[in-house]
C-alpha cells in the first residue's frame, strides 16, 4: 500500500474541506455544515484507497476517481452555501487550487529529502500556513464580496481556477508525476507563485470595486442630503420674507378688524383671519423628524415626488440620536423611496400613484414600512426573497445595500407584493 500518497491526501482533504467551511457562508447549523464536510472528506479518502492502492496502474481509476473527488468536492461548496450558485463555484475550484500548492509540496519534500515523516510534517505545515495566511488576510474581504455580490460574472472568473487545476494536474500528477520528472519541479514552483500572485491582482481587484461601490453610494447620499438642506434654507428664507411681509402689514388687520367691529361685521373679520392663518400656515416649515440628516433626505424625496405627481404619505418618527449611523439609515431610506417612486410614476390613475411610507427609529427598535401600487411583475431572488433588478447591470445595487445595513444591525428583511401593492418591511429591535 502506497502509505506516503494517501497519508498526504488525506491531509490536504482536511484543509480543503476546512478552507470550504470557513470561506463560505453556510446554509445550514453549525452541526450539520460541519456533518456534511466530514463525509465528503470520508468519500474522498475512500475513494483514494481505490485509485493508490487497489488499482494503482489504472489510468481509467485515476481519471474516472479524480473526476468523481471533483465532483464531490465542487458539490459540497455548493451545498452547503446559502448563495449556491457561481460564487460558490468560485470558491470551491479556488479551494482546490490551494489545497493541490500543499499536497506538491509534500512530493517536493519528499523527492529532496527522502524523509516520509520530514514530508508529511512539511506538508501539514505548509497547508496550515496558506490557510491561516487567507484566513487572516483575504477572507474577510472575500465574505463581503460573497454575500454582497459585488462581481457579476463570477463564472468569467471561475475560469482562473479551473485553468491553474488543469494546469497543475499536467504539470505533476497526469500523465507524469514529478517523481518520474523532476525537472518540472522548478516549473510547478513558479506556476504556485504566478497562481498566488494572480489571485491577489483578483481579490485586489474586488476590493477596489467595492471601495467604488460604496464611494459612489456615499456620493450620492451626501448630493441628496445637500439638496435637502438648499431646499430647506430656501424654503426657510421665502417663510421668513413671507412672515415680515405679514408682520409689517399686521397693523393693517388690526385696524380693518377694528373698524369691522364697529360696523357689526363680523363674518369680514372671520375672512380677514381666515386669510391670516391661511398665510401663516403656507408659511409653516415641516419639520418630518427630529434627526436632521433623515429629515433633509425626506425632504428631499418629497420634493422629488411631488415634481412626478407622487403623493408620499410619512408617518415618521425618528429620533435626534438614533442608536445606528444616521447617514447609513438615510441611505435605506432614499433607496426605498427611490425604487417605490420608479414603482408608481408611470401609473396612469392619479389616485394609484402614491407611496405609504411608516419610519420610526427609537432606542428599543427601527422600523421602515414601505407600500406602493405594483403594475409590474416583481422578480423575488429565491435565496434572499428580494426583489432583483431587470434592469441590467448597475441596477441592484441599491437593495443589497439596504439588505447590508439589515444584516450590519442584526434586523429582518421581507417584501411581498399581494393584489397588486408592494410592501418592504425592515424590523429590528436593538
Given at each position: 500500500m502506497d502509505y506516503f500518497r494517501s497519508?498526504?491526501?488525506?491531509?490536504?482533504?482536511?484543509?480543503?474541506?476546512?478552507?470550504?467551511?470557513?470561506?463560505v457562508t453556510h446554509r445550514y447549523s453549525k452541526e450539520k455544515t460541519i456533518g456534511i464536510c466530514f463525509s465528503s472528506f470520508f468519500?474522498?479518502?475512500?475513494?483514494?484507497?481505490?485509485?493508490?492502492?487497489?488499482?494503482?496502474?489504472?489510468?481509467?481509476?485515476?481519471?474516472?476517481?479524480?473526476?468523481?473527488q471533483i465532483f464531490v468536492t465542487q458539490f459540497t461548496g455548493i451545498y452547503i452555501s446559502d448563495t449556491r450558485d457561481s460564487r460558490a463555484l468560485f470558491m470551491g475550484l479556488t479551494a482546490s487550487n490551494y489545497v493541490i500548492a500543499g499536497s506538491l509540496a509534500a512530493s517536493i519534500l519528499h523527492i529532496y529529502t527522502e524523509s516520509i515523516f520530514f514530508s508529511l510534517v512539511g506538508s501539514f505545515f505548509i497547508h496550515a500556513s496558506i490557510l491561516l495566511f487567507l484566513?487572516?488576510?483575504?477572507?474577510?474581504?472575500?465574505?463581503?464580496?460573497?454575500?454582497?455580490?459585488?462581481v457579476k460574472d463570477w463564472w468569467g472568473l471561475c475560469l482562473i481556477p479551473v485553468f491553474f487545476y488543469c494546469g497543475f494536474c499536467f504539470l505533476a500528477f497526469f500523465p507524469y508525476t514529478l517523481y518520474d520528472n523532476p525537472h518540472n519541479i522548478y516549473g510547478t514552483t513558479m506556476f504556485i507563485i504566478t497562481m498566488f500572485a494572480s489571485y491577489v491582482a483578483v481579490f485586489q481587484y474586488v476590493k477596489?470595486?467595492?471601495?467604488?461601490?460604496?464611494?459612489?453610494?456615499?456620493?450620492?447620499?451626501?448630493?441628496?442630503?445637500?439638496?435637502?438642506?438648499e431646499s430647506q434654507y430656501c424654503l426657510v428664507e421665502q417663510a421668513e420674507k413671507n412672515l415680515k411681509i405679514l408682520r409689517h402689514d399686521m397693523r393693517h388687520y388690526s385696524?380693518?378688524?377694528?373698524?369691522?367691529?364697529?360696523?357689526?361685521?363680523?363674518?369680514?373679520?372671520?375672512?380677514?383671519?381666515?386669510?391670516?392663518?391661511?398665510?401663516?400656515?403656507?408659511?409653516?416649515?415641516?419639520?418630518?423628524?427630529?434627526?436632521?440628516?433623515?429629515?433633509?433626505?425626506?425632504?428631499?424625496?418629497?420634493?422629488?415626488?411631488?415634481?412626478?405627481?407622487?403623493?408620499?404619505r410619512?408617518?415618521?418618527?425618528?429620533?435626534?440620536?438614533?442608536?445606528?449611523?444616521?447617514?447609513?439609515?438615510?441611505?435605506?431610506?432614499?433607496?426605498?423611496?427611490?425604487?417605490?417612486?420608479?414603482?408608481?410614476?408611470?401609473?396612469?390613475?392619479?389616485?394609484?400613484?402614491?407611496?405609504d411610507a411608516k419610519i420610526q427609529c427609537t432606542q428599543e427598535h427601527l422600523l421602515i414600512q414601505i407600500k406602493n401600487e405594483c403594475e409590474k411583475d416583481v422578480i423575488f431572488d429565491s435565496q434572499t426573497g428580494l426583489p432583483k433588478s431587470n434592469m441590467g447591470n448597475g441596477h441592484g445595487l441599491g437593495m443589497q445595500s439596504i439588505s447590508a445595513f439589515s444584516d450590519k444591525i442584526g434586523g429582518n428583511v421581507g417584501c411581498?407584493?399581494?393584489?397588486?401593492?408592494?410592501?418592504?418591511?425592515?424590523?429590528a429591535k436593538f
Open positions: 497519508s498526504y491526501y488525506a491531509i490536504s482533504h482536511i484543509f480543503l474541506m476546512l478552507f470550504i467551511y470557513l470561506f468519500v474522498l479518502t475512500i475513494s483514494d484507497c481505490l485509485k493508490l492502492n487497489m488499482f494503482p496502474d489504472s489510468d481509467i481509476c485515476y481519471v474516472v476517481v479524480t473526476i468523481l484566513y487572516f488576510k483575504i477572507r474577510e474581504t472575500w465574505l463581503e464580496c460573497y454575500e454582497k455580490e459585488l477596489s470595486e467595492s471601495d467604488r461601490i460604496r464611494i459612489n453610494w456615499e456620493n450620492v447620499l451626501f448630493e441628496t442630503y445637500i439638496k435637502g438642506l385696524n380693518m378688524i377694528d373698524a369691522f367691529l364697529e360696523q357689526g361685521e363680523y363674518d369680514e373679520i372671520k375672512r380677514v383671519t381666515e386669510y391670516i392663518n391661511g398665510v401663516t400656515e403656507d408659511n409653516k416649515v415641516v419639520k418630518y423628524c427630529e434627526n436632521i440628516v433623515i429629515h433633509s433626505i425626506l425632504s428631499r424625496m418629497i420634493e422629488k415626488a411631488s415634481s412626478l405627481g407622487v403623493d408620499i410619512l408617518d415618521a418618527v425618528v429620533l435626534k440620536d438614533v442608536p445606528v449611523n444616521d447617514y447609513e439609515l438615510a441611505a435605506v431610506i432614499a433607496n426605498l423611496l427611490e425604487n417605490a417612486l420608479i414603482g408608481v410614476k408611470d401609473l396612469d390613475e392619479k389616485g394609484r400613484r402614491y407611496i411581498f407584493c399581494k393584489e397588486g401593492v408592494f410592501n418592504i418591511i425592515i424590523f
